[in-house]
């Protein structure tokens, strides 16, 4: 029995010996292969797959980098800066990369001078780029970069600087964060003044910084230069007596254009109130529009020399006409229309002089509604000044069709109609250009351009010659007189409409004038919207906008006085009749 036992735990030692030595075999085999696989692979790598290896290493550490391009520049037609690009440096960061701890949280939410809780939410963007504070500061981009925070960048982009700020705002417009054209010329002729961004190939470290600059793939191209039409010194004077002006008279705004009636480049165009371009926040929406091309309303007496020039066009009419106006009132239909006072038998010429709405009515209603209609539409009423400014408005001139009686009447002194300051100065560089109606234009012109004649270069004189009387002593404004110059001008006061009918303690006061009346070059248009007290007629309020903005005007741009000349001409040419 135990002989048998020996032989069967022999049987079972024996069984389980080639058990472990397959298994030690297998292990073996196992790590032999798993050797030569490794040995095989890194061959491979080594040897067969150095090519595409390179490739994905450079994808890892090469970055194209966006270059940004300057915007071109906006100038005066002296070649004065009006607007200007200037390179900054705005903070970015990887949120892959910084650290999220509340020490460097705290330190950039210091420096860059933000919420530290927002700038948390910025930096868990599943984003590998976010901006966390752009156009900075130099000082602030130095104190940056002195954190030496790993995933921050510093970038190069351009910033918008106005050199004149306030004074041209209306004008020139501005660009938003992204360098884009928001109002204004900058907004008109954005794709112009835009840049064309470059691209450049750069080696970046594990941190996410620069480290070397391989290539320039794309070189930027800056965006062209435009001269416009503005005088920026003029731009300066018309402003700064505007403002003192709507200050004055607690006007709710003003606005003013200046003209070279020649060539109909626009000289001047300010508003007040306006805004500093340079400021992103704070601006009012009411303060941005340009009220000198977008604003409309109705020009009252300001009308009157067109509704005269018409009659005088037909043959019908010369200065020394004689008009009855009296009792100072007429009845039109079933409504009336009224003067200030009775004047009696007066002339055509004393008919502008005194501003005689009875005047005006009888003269229109003696031509034919479409005669009227014809001269105010070919003066450009009712139509865009296409001057290329966003939001100008064409106003409103209804059809002759349409005309009452009344309608004709009210039209001969201004109300029924619509325009914009623009609109009105372009329709008195008709009678300062001898009739000829130039398209105007806010960029400064090279070479000459071809008017369209509105009415005969006669007409447009004798007109004229009719306004200068406006501005003498027995005038309507005689606060609009330029020392050592002859003034041709007209008056307007209109009650601002309201729903229902005329407001009775709101108006608009206006003036617009032509110099030098012998020889025109300027004419200016001078809008004073609401203002508050006893002065609210056009010659006390707008006038001396005028005398003080034109005095100085024809000075700067050297033009010489010729009321002296004139004055001694018609005195030897008195004392010839009597000899």
Request: proline letters at 5%; aromatic letters at 8%.
């Amino acid at each position: 029995m135990a002989g048998g036992k020996k032989r069967k735990n022999h049987q079972a030692e024996v069984i389980r010996l080639p058990s472990y030595r397959a298994r030690r075999i297998t292990v073996l085999v196992v790590i032999g292969l798993a050797f030569a696989a490794l040995i095989w692979r890194s061959v491979d790598r080594q040897v067969f797959e150095t090519a595409f290896l390179q490739e994905q290493g450079e994808m890892r550490y090469l970055r194209t980098m966006k270059v940004s391009a300057s915007r071109g520049m906006i100038a005066d037609r002296n070649g004065e800066p009006l607007a200007i690009s200037t390179p900054v440096k705005s903070v970015a960061a990887n949120p892959k990369v910084i650290k999220g701890d509340s020490e460097t949280i705290g330190a950039l939410a210091s420096t860059l001078n933000l919420d530290p809780d927002r700038l948390r939410r910025l930096l868990s963007s599943e984003r590998g780029f976010v901006y966390l504070k752009r156009r900075v500061n130099p000082d602030i981009a130095e104190q940056v970069d002195a954190l030496e925070l790993d995933g921050i960048d510093l970038l190069t982009e351009y910033r918008r600087f106005y050199p004149s700020g306030e004074v041209m705002s209306h004008i020139v417009g501005f660009t938003n964060i992204d360098d884009q054209g928001q109002e204004g010329i900058e907004l008109a002729y954005d794709e112009w003044l835009s840049g064309s961004a470059g691209a450049k190939r750069v080696i970046k470290d594990g941190k996410g910084r620069v480290v070397e600059q391989v290539e320039n793939i794309r070189s930027p191209f800056p965006g062209k230069e435009l001269k416009l039409s503005i005088d920026r010194r003029l731009q300066f004077l018309a402003y700064r007596e505007l403002k003192a002006a709507v200050s004055k008279h607690k006007a709710r705004s003003g606005s003013a254009v200046i003209l070279d009636s020649r060539s109909g480049e626009i000289l001047a165009m300010v508003n007040s109130p306006s805004y500093n371009p340079n400021a992103l926040r704070g601006r009012r929406s009411s303060s941005l529009r340009n009220r000198a091309v977008t604003d409309v309303f109705e020009p009252g007496s300001t009308i009157k020399p067109f509704t005269v020039a018409a009659a005088v066009e037909l043959g019908r009419f010369n200065p020394n006409t004689p008009i009855d106006v009296s009792p100072g009132q007429m009845k039109v239909g079933r409504y009336l229309v009224r003067d200030n006072r009775n004047y009696g038998m007066i002339d055509v010429a004393t008919v502008l002089r005194k501003s005689s709405n009875v005047g005006a009515s009888k003269i229109a209603l003696s031509m034919q509604p479409e005669t009227l209609w014809r001269l105010f539409s070919g003066l450009g009423f009712g139509e865009s000044p296409y001057s290329q400014f966003p939001g100008e408005s064409g106003g409103r001139l209804p059809h002759f069709s349409d005309w009452s009686s009344f309608e004709q009447a009210t039209l001969s002194f201004g109300y029924g109609l619509s325009v914009t300051p623009l609109q009105l100065a372009r329709a008195y560089a008709v009678l300062a250009n001898d009739g000829l109606r130039m398209p105007v234009s806010l960029l400064k012109l090279d070479q000459p351009v071809e008017g369209v004649r509105v009415m005969r270069k006669s007409t447009a004189r004798t007109v004229v010659e009719m306004l200068e009387a406006v501005v003498s002593n027995e005038g309507t404004a005689p606060q609009a007189a330029v020392p050592g110059y002859r003034v041709a001008g007209k008056t307007g006061t209109a009650k601002k409409s309201v729903a229902g009918g005329y407001a009775e303690d709101k108006y608009l006061s206006l003036f617009v004038g032509i110099a030098p009346a012998g020889d025109p070059r300027l004419v200016m248009a001078v809008f004073i919207d609401e203002p508050k007290g006893k002065e609210y007629y056009g010659g006390l309020v707008a006038g001396p906008v005028f005398s003080r903005v034109m005095s100085g005007a024809l000075r700067l741009l050297n033009i010489p006085p010729d009321k002296h000349w004139h004055e001694n001409n018609t005195l030897m040419a008195r004392l010839g009749d009597r000899q």
